[in-house]
């Protein structure tokens, strides 16, 4: 694969290194016209500027990056962990980069491997369908781990892929508080756009309403604040008290991740909710914190150990040549708990 450097860039757009200097470091000294191109092509040829030229010279770095985007969500927590103790084990240092909500994980990824030198990426996860140009020009094998919204027209055989159905565990998730008796199910949702998790989640409440002849609600459908962090216990919280200021009758709140139940059990006890008298209230995920708080959270659980061992496996396994890309799809568990019970008459 083509990786360009600063001479490639000055050769193609028929400059010196030092006019391809100034663009870049934003110099007055250079003509508008002559930095536009310069920029636009740095942009089309994917050239990072290499800041250490030492590892640059490294092409043995036995280094991963694990790129994390919501790192404020608990559930990353054990398999960032988990991959760190892997890369132990192998010799190999982790590089780990936090992504803001409003960063591209793809932008960073091709920053960081141009500066460290890495052998590959581990993606956990973030939203990739509009980095399809941009994936396909990094040179090091990459893994997603329970990320959302991958390119389809990206060659299968070019990535891993590991994680759960979120949209039919989540409908397993409605199955059964729909089997408690359960039809006025309130639903705090995030992401919902395209296809990322929130979005799959989402889609398998109205899988499971449609499976037992219960009609959507739109008025029971409540989405995230888009100015706090999506999946965050506030937003979980604001988004909740404004579910009950809304005046609809419902049984059961189902969050699309337990941060998100966490905040809604604060709101619901704020306003006299008696959980799970009143109202039941289930989440998604399984992290550790859902089982110490009163009531204990019913959760759909991933298998974050096992994921999170496969992910990094696989990424070496691929690495030394040993492995080609694999696609794995791995099975939630119900935890059926404190915070969720039958209808009261």
Known sequence: MFEPTIKDIA?????????VSRAMNNHPDINP??????????????????????????SDARAIAVLVKGISNPFFTNMIAI?????????YAME??????????????QKVVKEKRLRGIIFLGGYFSRSEEKLKKLNVPFVFSTAGGIPENIAK????NIGVDDRLES?????YLISLGHKRIAIIAAETYEECIGRLRLEGYYDALKKHGIAADEK???????????????????????????????????AVSDTLAIGACRALYEAGYHI???????GYDGIDIGNYITPRLTTMRQPVEDMARATVKLLFAIISGQKEHQHMVYEATLMERESTGGIVN
């Open 96 to 109: 780990l980069s936090h992504i803001e909500s409003d960063e591209d994980e793809v932008d960073i990824a």
């Open 171 to 175: 409908e397993k998730m409605v199955d």
């Open 33 to 58: 016209a002559t930095k536009e191109k310069i920029l636009e092509t740095i942009k089309e040829y994917g050239y990072v500027p290499n800041d250490s030229a030492r590892n640059l010279k490294r």
């Open 276 to 282: 799970p008298d009143d109202v039941s209230v289930a």
């Open 220 to 254: 029971l459908i409540f989405e995230t604040d888009e100015e706090i962090n999506h999946f965050s216990m506030e937003n979980g919280y604001i988004t909740t008290k404004r579910l009950i200021e809304s005046g609809e009758k419902f049984s059961a709140v189902y």
């Open 157 to 160: 055989e070019s990535y891993s």
């Open 11 to 19: 050769k193609i757009c028929g400059v010196g290194v030092s006019t």
């Open 83 to 91: 991959i760190e103790q892997e890369c132990k084990k192998k010799g």
